[in-house]
């Protein structure tokens, strides 16, 4: 069973924390809200709550949606949205005569009606033969999760609340799906079962289905968007659903992933969803499958009717009241109700036998809300002082609050009682807990405040402001004083009691920073950014590390340096290559004003990376020199060995393998005696790329498979990435392109995962490359744009090197005249900011196009091309690249041959082969079948 709202007059079951029955309109008692088969047990985990980390904003700009509070028992009429309730009809119509999901996008601002049009719509379902079933949940932050709302709705589908315990749900849940399902398979009623835990938040520990896709985040995503399709399919295809998915427009790509693939099901299935302006572009990408319907604001004459029908016996209304009505609500809905419900509460509005008449006296004395802050500030002077207190301390808060934070703010504020035994009087006394938990519910009644989540552990029962705007007028009115030691008290509370409220540490930060407790709140930040890092979400991380920064002790250097490594690790990470320079640069002054050689090495090295990443390897090689003198003053073994790996890197760009091997060699030793296991990860990526280039392809791919299982084990995201690229790298010199393909997505979705622009880029070049050899010209084309404009982006000239060589050979496969422009260009980048091998790589593609203009009457230069050839043999040989040194021979033996120079291409196929055998790579049979055909003529 659900977690509903069930209807004791007609037995409906209706989503849960509706008000009113959307059948038969009845109210719906607390006493009948929720109705599970879950059990009694209590919960031993608490499931994933939202990350509230940004409610602290008062101006109201992230707000906590409102969720679960739909009365729909609201008869008023729907002035100016009849036409839309109307197109909502005709898609529940589709939906059904067509067994097929439709898909509709109510646009508005708050208060134009949206909430409301999805009460009528899901009456209009409730009340068809038979009647339909439904499901409503609401986006409460950005950083809810990643398929919420969806997430919270199968909790309450699976009836899963705080107080179920983990096994219990889980029980629920395999149990429902195999019903659903009508499956007696194991395996794949527990492969949907597991995949819809991990939408919904529910531990599967153990799971051999999500252990499987644990490294391949993206993949598990689309197999659990496919779940969640599946099973919401088969329940469909029983009883038609309508799904009601309040203020997504925020929601996260993965939400939109899910509603992708619920589109795809082939099952009576409505899917409705509303949000602000944003939510319109989120919709482009199903253009073709959704009804996108804007919320227009009121006219004027649609005000008047929306004014007569809360007053029908209204006798006049001046039309100086007319248009300050317009003009403070702008022909929103909701604020025009709002604003005309505070009028009558004032006093405004005067009913006798004849009807109800306008108090003048009233209206001339200008004390009448007709702004929305005004409507909240009347709303609170009828609050008892009880109440006031409550919302005061919630509004400090923030959008989210707990029970036990007002009382903490409360007991804060007040003196303790007076008693020679304090100890036992405090505690024997809880007096002040049931009035708090009274007076949230007459608030709650009251339609102030909401609940939105209860849970087992005492204080940590959590609510809402019912009407947006509410608390940033009750915040504006509080004194700096009333603030300041809230927030303090807020803090000492979360330090303590929080320990069970998602996103903890970025909310304990903001109110640390409003306490005016700067350099706790400086850590709390770098706390919330390592943990927002470690979820590989760059964005947010880098957000809080440039909240920390600022309020950092200039008397804690220690700290300043570690979050000036970080931001600027961090901005790196996302491609912003100069910002993330002129941080290490101020982490390198300060290092050096401190005398500390280590932190001054750390900051050489990271700028030695933008250097190299931008084709200025002189200027890397100079950083890395000094980085290495600073490390070995300070005995900073680490250090050194990242500086040596670092120099390893650049050797091998340039070709110079020995001296690249023998300092990725001292790093591994040196990480070896130090048991640095993520850091052999990295020098045993340096090692395993020298052997690829060398041709030593089995040495590789072991150096390279140990590399992956550190870093995986270490948590290593971004090195897994970079160990995965190497991985795709061998598998295409080897000839296998569908799994070098394979690697490179996987790796692309992961480097997306957590923004990493630099992986991003050299993925999508890497694909293209990969893609045209299989003959997939117009994918290829695709994703070589998309690496050139995050190249160019980032100023990675290296990248846009190779790039700009396949974009080359592209137009030179299809026939495009762009082809010699585009390769000359390619050429002059890779002389320019390339490395030895890709200026060879240059080479070779330029002589595949003059090759092709051999027998051309206007090529007056037939010995062109093998000129090329030549060229990028002399820079093969000299890098020690013998895999495309090899490739090469074979091509300028075969550009020979067709010119009729037999010997000489004889010879050059004969080494060719027997290079290209010896490394075990499939061009070995192409040419020995060419040698031999020469032979035989």
């Not at 990969?770 to 160019?792: I, V």
Request: aromatic letters at 4%.
């Amino acid at each position: 069973m659900r977690v509903v709202a069930k209807c004791r007059e007609c037995g409906f079951s209706n989503p849960r924390g509706w008000t009113g029955c959307a059948r038969c309109g009845a109210l719906l008692g607390p006493q009948n809200r929720v109705a599970s088969e879950t059990g009694s047990d209590q919960i031993t985990t608490r499931f994933e709550l939202p990350d509230a980390s940004s409610a602290m904003n008062p101006d109201g700009a992230t707000r906590v949606a409102q969720d679960l509070a739909a009365p729909v028992a609201d008869a008023r009429p729907f002035i100016g949205r009849t036409h839309v309730s109307s197109q909502l009809q005709a898609a529940l119509d589709r939906a059904s005569q067509q067994a097929m999901p439709a898909l509709v996008a109510l646009v508005g601002e708050s208060g134009a009606g949206k909430t409301r049009l999805l009460e009528r719509i899901g009456q209009d379902a409730a009340r068809r033969d038979p009647p339909w079933e439904l499901h409503y949940a609401s986006l409460r932050s950005p950083d809810e999760g990643p398929f919420a709302p969806v997430s919270r709705l199968l909790l309450d589908r699976f009836g899963i609340t705080p107080a179920s315990s983990p096994s219990a749900a889980r029980a629920q849940m395999a149990s429902s799906v195999g019903t659903a399902l009508k499956t007696g398979d194991l395996t794949r009623v527990t492969e949907v079962t597991h995949l819809l835990g991990y939408v919904a938040g529910v531990p599967f520990p153990g799971s051999p289905v999500l252990a499987a896709l644990g490294a391949k985040p993206t993949v598990l995503r689309e197999r659990a968007a496919e779940a969640v399709a599946s099973f919401v399919q088969a329940e469909a295809r029983q009883r038609p659903q309508l799904w009601l998915l309040d203020e997504v427009a925020q929601a996260d790509p993965a939400f939109w992933q899910l509603v992708a693939a619920l589109l795809q099901t082939d099952a009576p299935l409505a899917l409705v969803t509303t949000g602000g302006p944003a939510l319109a572009e989120a919709m482009s990408q199903f253009r073709d499958e959704a009804v996108l319907i804007q919320l227009a604001p009121l006219s004027r004459q649609e005000t008047v009717e929306l004014i007569k029908a809360r007053l029908p016996d209204l006798q006049e209304l001046p039309e100086a009241l007319l248009s300050a009505l317009l003009r403070r609500s702008g022909g929103n809905p909701g604020s025009l109700d709002s604003l005309v419900s505070e009028l009558q509460e004032a006093g405004l509005f005067v009913a006798d036998a004849r009807g109800t008449h306008l108090d003048l006296t009233r209206l001339e004395t200008g004390d009448l809300p007709l702004t929305a802050a005004d409507a909240v500030r009347t709303r609170l002077a009828s609050l008892t002082p009880a109440q006031l207190e409550v919302v005061e301390n919630a509004a400090i808060i923030g959008e989210r609050f707990w029970e036990g934070a007002i009382l903490a703010l409360s007991r804060n504020a007040a003196p303790l009682p007076t008693s020679t035994r304090p100890g036992v009087v405090l505690w024997q006394d809880d007096g002040d807990t049931f009035d708090l938990r009274g007076t949230l519910q007459q608030l709650t009644d009251a339609g102030v405040i909401l609940s939105i989540a209860t849970s087992d552990t005492p204080g940590l029962d959590e609510y809402t402001f019912r009407r947006g705007g509410f608390r940033t007028v009750i915040y504006d009115s509080l004194t700096d004083e009333h603030k300041l030691a809230g927030h303090a008290a807020v803090a000492r509370w979360l330090g303590i009691t929080g320990a069970g409220i998602e996103g903890k540490a970025a909310l304990l930060a903001a109110h640390l920073e409003r306490a005016r407790s700067a350099s706790r709140a400086a850590s709390a930040y770098l706390e919330a950014a390592s943990i927002e890092r470690a979820r590989m979400r760059t964005t947010m991380a880098l957000r809080y590390v440039e909240k920390a920064l600022p309020l950092l002790d200039p008397e804690d250097p220690a700290a300043l340096l570690d979050a000036l490594h970080q931001h600027g690790s961090l901005l790196t990470t996302l491609g912003r290559y100069d910002e993330a320079y002129a941080s290490f640069d101020e982490l390198l002054r300060l290092a050096w004003k401190l005398d500390t050689r280590s932190k001054g090495g750390a900051a050489l090295n990271r700028i030695a990376r933008i250097h190299r990443q931008r084709g200025e390897n002189h200027q890397a090689l100079e950083h890395l020199r000094m980085a290495l003198r600073l490390f070995r003053a300070a005995d900073d073994l680490p250090g050194v060995a990242s500086t040596h790996d670092d120099m390893a890197q650049i050797h091998r760009l340039h070709g110079d393998l020995e001296p690249a091997f023998a300092a990725a060699s001292e790093a591994l030793k040196i990480r070896t005696v130090t048991g640095d296991h993520r850091g052999q990860g990295l020098s045993l990526t340096t090692l395993g790329r020298i052997e690829l280039d060398r041709g030593n392809f089995k040495q590789a791919q072991s150096h390279l498979s140990r590399a992956l299982s550190l870093r995986t084990e270490a948590g290593d995201h971004e090195g897994a990435i970079q160990t995965r690229i190497s991985l795709g790298r061998l598998a295409y010199q080897r000839g296998h392109i569908g799994e070098a393909i394979r690697i490179f997505r996987d790796a692309l979705e992961s480097a997306r995962e957590m923004d990493h622009r630099r992986f991003e880029s050299y993925l999508l070049g890497h694909l293209g490359e990969a893609t045209m050899a299989s003959g997939d010209t117009e994918h290829a084309a695709a994703y070589l744009a998309q690496a050139k404009e995050l190249a160019t982006r980032m100023r990675d000239q290296r990248a846009l090197a190779d790039v700009e060589r396949n974009l080359g050979l592209l137009a030179l496969q299809r026939g495009d005249q762009s082809a010699p422009q585009t390769l000359e260009h390619a050429l002059e980048l890779a002389s320019t900011y390339g490395t030895p091998n890709a200026i060879a790589h240059a080479h070779r593609a330029r002589a595949q196009l003059q090759a092709r203009s051999v027998f051309d009457p206007s090529n007056h230069d037939p010995g062109a091309a093998e000129r090329s050839y030549r060229e990028c043999l002399r820079i093969f040989e000299e890098t020690g690249n013998r895999p495309q040194y090899a490739r090469t021979q074979a091509e300028l033996g075969l550009h020979l041959l067709e010119r009729q120079q037999l010997e000489g291409a004889r010879t050059l196929l004969a080494a060719a082969e027997l290079a290209l055998q010896e490394l075990g790579l499939p061009e070995a049979r192409r040419v020995g079948e060419t040698l031999a055909r020469m032979t035989q003529a």
